[in-house]
Nanobody, 124 residues
């Protein structure tokens, strides 16, 4: 059984930083691409960033480039999202997702398991 458990959300002022973590069990993590998505109130789910199974390839949305960094520690079966220079428009529920592939994807259909979500609130 594949399980994803997120942590690290919270409330932060604009310009601040947060690091989200997602611990994964039940899958060969080094062969699993991981993604982060978010959903803001009254908006559709939005791709944030993804990383390949090896951790060597990353992609990210234009809205977070230069501010957010995705990484994974295959020894700890954990993927991270370091978020710097946060803006109020980054406020959303953030979800991590595991792919059945080792290759990155920005499409939510490329992921078959999802975490429960963690709230990030950025105050102005």
């Amino acid at each position: 059984q594949v399980q994803l458990v997120e942590s690290g959300g919270g409330v932060v002022q604009a310009g601040g930083s947060l690091r989200l973590s997602c611990a994964v069990s039940g899958r060969t993590f080094s062969a699993t691409a991981m993604g982060w998505f978010r959903r803001a109130p009254e908006k559709e789910r939005e791709f944030v960033a993804a990383i390949s199974g090896s951790g060597l390839t990353t992609i990210s949305a234009d809205s977070v480039k230069g501010r957010f960094t995705i990484s994974k520690d295959n020894a700890k079966n954990t993927v991270y999202l370091q978020m710097n220079s946060l803006k109020p428009e980054d406020t959303a529920v953030y979800f991590c997702a595991a792919s059945p592939s080792r290759f990155t994807s920005s499409n939510y259909r490329g992921y078959d398991y999802w975490g429960q979500g963690t709230q990030v609130t950025v105050s102005s």
